[in-house]
């Protein structure tokens, strides 16, 4: 009797959180068909890219990985090759017209075909393609049903940490702003019933999960009615506060509009919740929000951080910025780095606009701010914005912090070193504020609380010892190497994709 080959998978996933969520989605549900995970990309039968096109630069980086798989597909003619997520929903054909080797191309809406689909190029069947409709291509009712939900039972297997994930709370987005294609790519918003989230966090508990991230692409809009009774995200929160192993939650990303007194309230009132909020401003000034289309002015958003300041005084806040937007002139950007000098966001990512086809600065709008110009105000921000996290950082110093203990630091991930006799290494986490902390401790504290004396304090991180003195304090060079894993918000202050 002849023995079956196991069949062997690698994917890379380039975006956001819940690009990170459909990845381990997709490759648990072909787990379940048999398929193990590659341990390089060469040993791997079938390759996948989960893709994002909410900047040409992640764009760029799925076709130059398409470009060099294409020697191996050469070698290996039964390799199947597919792009999924947000660049197969908006270029769809054009894929296999710029890498016609490409097998499998499959939009966020139908990655619960993924195992069926591969298994049919397996069996001879072609090159696949399925997307959902184009967000003019029906009634609303119609393009919600060509994304279908797509939340099969976990693979723990496939989580940055055990003791941590990421928890959908709805799909799509239906605020349309000018620069982002996120409204076409991933459908219009739909809500999951509170109910199917309570019982996946649950279960994610039972498996060992400690701390939870509620994600949306406007994660505060959220709500599901049902029998005459709305929940809102406050009260989804209040539901998940009650689940009894869960230690944190989090919740991104948030639009200003909605960060609603309830809401506010719910961070303030629950004690798993982390008083940590990431409302993007995006710019400075009115003119420019108003041709984004972000539907705020900029004094709408001060009064809602200055709500979030008086009822959440030690919240640390993020934000997005987008710098060299259609038309921006010098007085125009002078307004967000004022922003981002006095409202003290704990750290912001910053992006360099990039026209985006299907949206509708890209329709109406001219990108007519010099490359050069946008790569200047992009570092004079990324500076302040340095700048501004350090002096939000320096206060922490003397304080203890409870931190969740996710894994080893960066210096310790390149040097690929082993822990000293006794289990120690350098180790990362986080506090409830979402502030990475730095420290020397015991490999067995990973996945646990743990109280830190803070000692030195970068832009980027802090650190200290374990408060029981298990461990020594990190050097404040080292505070400035510190990278994160690859799970939550990036460090201090971020530029491009």
Known sequence: MTKTMTKRLWIETVGCQMNVLDSELVVAALRRQGWELAPTQADADAVFYNTCSVRQHAEDKIYSALGRIRLEKEK??????????????????????????????????????????????LAGSGPQLEVSLDRKGGSREAIARSFESYDPDRDPAMRPTPFQAFVRTQTGCDKFCAFCVVPRVRGPEQARPPEAIVAETKKLVAEG?????????????????????????????????????????????????????????????????????????????????????????????????????????HAAVTSDFIVGFCGETDAEFQTTLDLVSTARFKNSYIFKYSPRPGTKAFERLPDDVP?????????????????????????????????????????????????????????????????????????????????????????????GTVADGLAAAVPLEDVHQVHQIAFGPQPAARSGV
């Open 76 to 121: 290996r003619p039964g390799l199947v090759v597919g792009v999924l997520g947000c660049m197969a929903q908006k270029d769809q054909a054009l894929v296999r017209t710029r890498a016609p080797w490409v097998d499998l191309v499959v939009g966020p809406g139908q990655l619960h075909q993924v195992p069926r689909l591969v298994d049919g190029i």
């Open 209 to 313: 999960c400690r701390e939870i991230t509620l994600i949306g692409q406007t994660v505060n809009s959220y709500r599901w009615t049902d029998g005459g009774k709305t929940t809102r995200l406050s009260d989804l929160l209040a539901q998940l506060d009650g689940v009894a192993g869960l230690d944190r939650i989090k919740f991104v990303t948030n639009y200003p509009r909605d960060m609603t007194p309830d809401l506010i309230a719910a961070v303030r009132d629950l004690p798993k919740v982390c008083y940590y909020l990431h409302v993007p401003a995006q710019h400075g000034s009115d003119d420019v929000l108003l041709r984004m289309k972000r539907g705020y002015t900029i004094g709408e958003y001060m009064e809602m951080l200055g709500r979030v300041r008086e009822e959440l005084p």
């Open 371 to 463: 490359e050069d110009v946008k790569k200047a105000r992009n570092q004079v921000l990324l500076d302040a914005q340095t700048e501004a996290s350090l002096a939000d950082n320096l206060p922490f110093v003397g304080t203890r912090q409870q931190v969740l203990v996710e894994g080893l630091s960066a210096r310790e991930e390149r040097r690929e070193a082993n822990p000293g006799p006794d289990g120690t290494a350098q180790l990362t986490g986080r506090t409830m504020c979402d502030r990475i902390v730095v420290f020397d401790a015991p490999l067995r504290l990973v996945g646990r609380l743990v109280d830190i004396d803070i000692t030195t304090a970068g832009a980027w991180a802090l650190a």
